[in-house]
């Protein structure tokens, strides 16, 4: 059974940065795909950042230039950090894997953004 716990989510006032992690029970170098999705409230999940095996990195248009993803092998960690937050970027975080042909998803991590 593999698992992807995230961490890391709280209240963040706007401009502010936070920082993501999310632990999986597996090696990560054995997922084809990992990534951060995120859910507003009434909205669809959205993916926020991916990264491949090869190390291709994938950023929303929404993120692009505020965020970034990294991937600390020897912890089997997924850590995205995102600068500059405004109040739109309130949602529930979710680490996704890929993996052998099966999805993994996280139990969420709550990420809001007010003053």
């Known amino acids: 059974q593999v698992q992807l716990v995230e961490s890391g989510g709280g209240l963040v006032q706007p401009g502010g940065s936070l920082r993501l992690s999310c632990a999986a029970s597996?090696?990560?170098?054995?997922?084809?795909?990992m990534g951060w999705y995120r859910q507003a409230p009434g909205k669809q999940r959205e993916l926020v950042a991916s990264?491949?095996?090869?190390?291709?990195?994938n950023y929303a248009d929404s993120v692009k230039g505020r965020a970034t993803m990294s991937r600390d092998n020897a912890k089997n960690t997924l850590l995205l950090q995102v600068d500059s937050l405004k109040p739109e970027d309130t949602a529930v975080y979710y680490c996704?894997?890929?993996?052998?042909?099966?999805?993994?998803w996280g139990q969420g991590t709550q990420v809001t953004v007010s003053s």
């Open positions: 597996r090696s990560i170098s054995t997922f084809d795909v």
């Open positions: 996704h894997g890929w993996r052998f042909g099966s999805d993994y």
């Open positions: 990264i491949s095996s090869g190390g291709t990195r």
